[in-house]
């Protein structure tokens, strides 16, 4: 008995270790390896390297730049979050509860901008925020055609946040929607009939059965809104905006990106992955404890 155990036990120890060794080589590495360079002055390129301890945390903490891109992140995570979520439930519950014709068109459409490169995005909104010639100041000069002059929906300091707020929305609604659906195609129908009979709509069924019968997806996709919103900002900021004008649009990893590639400040660039890294696993747990509740079961 003792043999077949150990059998075993070298057969599961066999089976993951491939696994736990590309993990260890190429994320805890790394991750271990940024809480350490985070500790020196170092341009990253020279073979000197300073420990200087906290020192970089000490003025990250004062660097007005770093706040107003930590400042720029969350506001992006709450916006993109929040409307995502909203939409993409929607979306799914229409598309799975209601039938229509060209109900897999939607589908589909809603999904496309999922698979395009960030940089293709980045191309297509550029052009629809043209202030002269783009989609939606042509649209919004059909209402004031001699007094209307364009927004600079980039070039404003106010509103360009907002605007790759909309280009993050609209790229994510879809792969959101499509994760709902498939959690929302699971719940029986009997549950909707039985309620309809009770006197029930759709917007009751909506908020009583199907959110909560679905909250488990919810819970879920709610950390992966943190790490992709951190992760797709600096994607789209590079190639949109370049974190302009005057700041206004900088994020956590651009600012990083700038202060350890482009001013060689390679040690206070990995003090900032170290507030990021802390920062994500912070809100995804905070996040899994204030959504947690009992599990519904059909």
Not at 26 to 54: A, C, R, T
Not at 70 to 93: D, E, K, P
Request: charged residues 10%.
């Amino acid at each position: 008995m003792a043999g077949k155990n150990r059998s075993r036990t070298l057969f599961i120890v066999a089976c993951l270790s491939p696994a736990i060794i590309l993990m260890a080589i190429f994320m805890i590495y790394p991750v271990i390896s940024v809480f350490q360079m985070s500790l020196y002055k170092w341009g990253g390129y020279s073979p000197d390297k300073q420990f200087v301890g906290l020192d970089n945390f000490m003025i990250l903490a004062k660097d007005m730049n770093f706040i107003r891109s930590f400042q720029n992140t969350i506001l992006l995570i709450v916006l993109v979050t929040v409307v995502t979520l909203a939409f993409a439930l929607v979306f799914a519950a229409i598309l799975t509860r209601v039938k229509f014709f060209g109900v897999n068109f939607f589908r589909v459409i809603f999904y496309i901008p999922n698979i395009l490169s960030i940089v293709v995005i980045s191309a297509m909104f550029s052009a629809i925020y043209d202030p002269s010639q783009g989609l939606l100041n042509s649209f919004l000069r059909l209402f004031e055609p001699k007094t209307w002059a364009g927004v600079q929906w980039l070039g404003n300091e106010k509103l360009v946040i907002f605007s790759l707020a909309i280009t993050l929305i609209w790229q994510a609604i879809g792969y959101y929607m499509v994760m709902y659906m498939s959690s929302m195609a699971s719940i029986p129908e009997d549950l909707y009939e039985s309620s309809s009979l009770d006197g029930a709509g759709a917007l009751k069924q909506f908020f009583t059965i199907t959110i909560p019968l679905t909250w488990s997806t919810i819970r879920t996709t709610l950390t992966f809104f943190v790490i992709s919103t951190i992760n797709l900002s600096f994607l789209l900021v590079t190639a949109l905006t370049g974190g302009g004008p005057n700041g206004s649009t900088e994020v956590f990893l651009s600012y990083m990106y700038k202060q350890a590639n482009t001013n060689s400040a390679y040690g206070y660039g990995m003090a900032i992955g170290v507030v990021v890294f802390v920062f994500s696993f912070a809100l995804s747990a905070i996040l899994q404890a204030i959504t947690k509740r009992d599990t519904y079961e059909f």
